[in-house]
């Protein structure tokens, strides 16, 4: 029935019960939309985008992530990049920016996709970027003048939750809080 809607092969690396917990996620986000508020920005993001972020970073520890990857000049996200080769120093996500540069070169940028943000999890219930986060993804903005907004939600898989967040480059102190509009 419904179990047969979403045909993903993948199954959690903890349990198995991670599949029906990403559907209870992925339902909590769209039952969120209705809360909306006016200021907060949304994000376009395909369903199977949102069902990999949670089968990969929500079933796993925290500090992990990966990189978010959409159709050049569109406010749109297709793809989830685990960033399996990543570090986890001092508890915080490192990006393996190497492989993701290779990545972007040889798969991302001849499909015609650019990057769109990167996802983290945090221990807990921190759902804020910190101080460190803000500092690395203004960087990457200062060096991709075409990047408008950043997505940079973050994971807590002590809730196996996701909070959008966005930072924009007119404000590019501060996270703003996001929505995700899943399309499949
Ligand atoms: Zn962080």
């Not at 983290?120 to 960087?139: F, V």
Request: glycine share 6%; proline share 5%.
């Amino acid at each position: 029935m419904s179990e047969e809607k979403n045909n993903y092969k993948s199954v959690c690396t903890r349990c198995e019960q991670t599949k029906h917990l990403i559907r209870q996620a992925i339902e909590r986000l769209k039952t969120a939309e209705s809360d909306v508020c006016i200021k907060m920005v949304a994000i376009k993001i395909k369903h199977k985008a949102v069902y990999d972020l949670m089968n990969q970073v929500g079933s796993r520890l925290p500090e992990k992530g990966g990189v978010f990857v959409g159709p050049v000049g569109r406010d749109y996200i297709t793809e989830f990049y685990f960033d399996h080769s990543a570090t986890s120093t001092g508890g915080t996500y490192a990006p393996d920016y190497l492989t993701i540069n290779r990545k972007l070169h040889e798969d991302w940028e001849p499909a015609g996709l650019e990057i769109k943000g990167i996802a983290h999890s945090h221990p807990g219930n921190l759902d804020s970027l910190t101080r460190a986060d803000i500092s690395y993804i203004k960087r990457l903005m200062v060096n991709n003048p075409n990047m408008k907004t950043f997505v940079a939600p973050i994971v807590l898989p002590h809730h196996y939750a996701i909070r959008p967040l966005v930072v924009s480059r007119d404000q590019m102190n501060r996270a703003q809080q996001a929505y995700f509009e899943i399309v499949d």
